[in-house]
């Protein structure tokens, strides 16, 4: 494959639909290949504004905004990094021309949990919980006397686990309305899903270019109201549930098709494997790989999008926690312990330029043993202060 030098006129272009601490993590591995780098986002000064040649900002919802600067950069490749964008613009783009990763359709697919679950579901016969779809309150009263209690509601389209919630009995029901109503995103709609008696759940990091598909080591996790706190690498399972969930993952995302980093999301029970969600990119709960893979995810998507091997070594075992600030700032400070960088542990500062309560601000990494790391990564992770 042949590099360029970026801000030339034969220079190969990524633009990032999205320009959050991921999309950060994606310039910078795009830039030390010599790709020219474009951030767009809804706000000035997002992480991935701070380290991209050249950055945007615009109504990431408007088709006519997000068209404008699409064409005027003419990005060799584009890849979205949120839900919250015009689908409308992408789909054009591609019509036009322009390289959607992984496509379009896709995007459209994934950005809405009733899209991918019904892809899933339906149209590939993929095992999933049993759910229902509602769009009022009545209507989710009637979802969690057909489905039972407790219960899962979340909006069809919200990221980072905004407005999520579980009912475990009936006088919740209007605090979960009300707060996936509250949630960004598109709130017009619900999924109410059957509570499966996990034992687990994992992240499933699915990497295909034009003639391979690989997985990094399953990624277990813990989330708070919805939202990722604490991931680790390898998450211990069996061999049948591990080929199942490598199958299903296949199964989808060539379904959806093109180039790029899947995060598939699974709930495990004993040998038994449900498919959860599905983004088609780099995922929170993979930041983890910064620190566990000679290539991280954001490594990955780059070399999957430009269509170059796939390999890696997985350094061992590690985890990532996430800080969340508690006090909102225009100007944030993080004050990080000494200790917090190891020879086997650092932390990465996103460098959001304004911080509020439960805003995520930062994460530590640790290489170690699991529950060693799992430890260490939540103990740097409320050490720091503000």
Known sequence: MQFTTPLKSNSIKMMLIGSGELGKEVVLEAARLGIETIAVDSYPNAPAHLVANKSYVVNMKDKEELLEVIRREKPTYILPEIEALSIEALLQAQNEGFYVIPNAQAVQKTMNRKNIREFAAKE???????????????????????????????????????????????????????????????????????????????????????????????????????????????????????????????????????????????????????????????????????????????????????????????????????????????????????????????VRVFGKPNSHAGRRMAVALVLDEVENAKKKAREIALSIKE
């Open 124 to 346: 590939l016969g993929v095992k999933t919980s049993k759910y229902l779809f509602v769009k009022d309150l009545e209507g989710l009263q009637k979802a969690t006397e057909i489905l039972g209690l407790p219960c899962v509601v979340k909006p069809v389209m919200s990221s980072s686990g905004h407005g999520q919630s579980v009912i475990k009995e009936a006088h919740e029901i209007q605090r979960a309305w009300e707060k996936a109503k509250e949630a960004r995103g598109d709130a017009s709609e619900l999924i109410v899903e059957e509570f499966i008696k996990f034992d687990y759940e994992i992240t499933l990091l699915t990497v295909r270019n034009d003639t391979q598909t690989i997985f990094c080591e399953p990624i277990g996790h813990i989330q708070e109201d919805g939202d990722y706190v604490l991931s680790w690498q390898p998450m211990v399972m069996s061999e049948i549930a591990l080929k199942k969930a490598q199958e299903i993952a296949k199964k989808v995302t060539d379904g959806l098709g093109g180039r790029g980093l899947f995060g598939v999301e699974f709930f495990i029970k004993g040998d038994e494997v449900y498919f959860s969600e599905l983004s088609p990119r780099p995922h929170d709960t993979g930041m983890v790989t910064l620190i566990t893979q000679s290539q991280s995810e954001f490594a990955l998507h780059v070399r999957a999008v430009l269509n170059l091997p796939l390999d890696f070594t997985f350094y061992g075992e590690g985890a990532s926690g996430a800080y969340k600030s508690v006090s909102k700032s225009i100007s944030p400070t993080l004050d990080i312990p000494q200790s917090a960088f190891s020879k086997n542990s650092f």
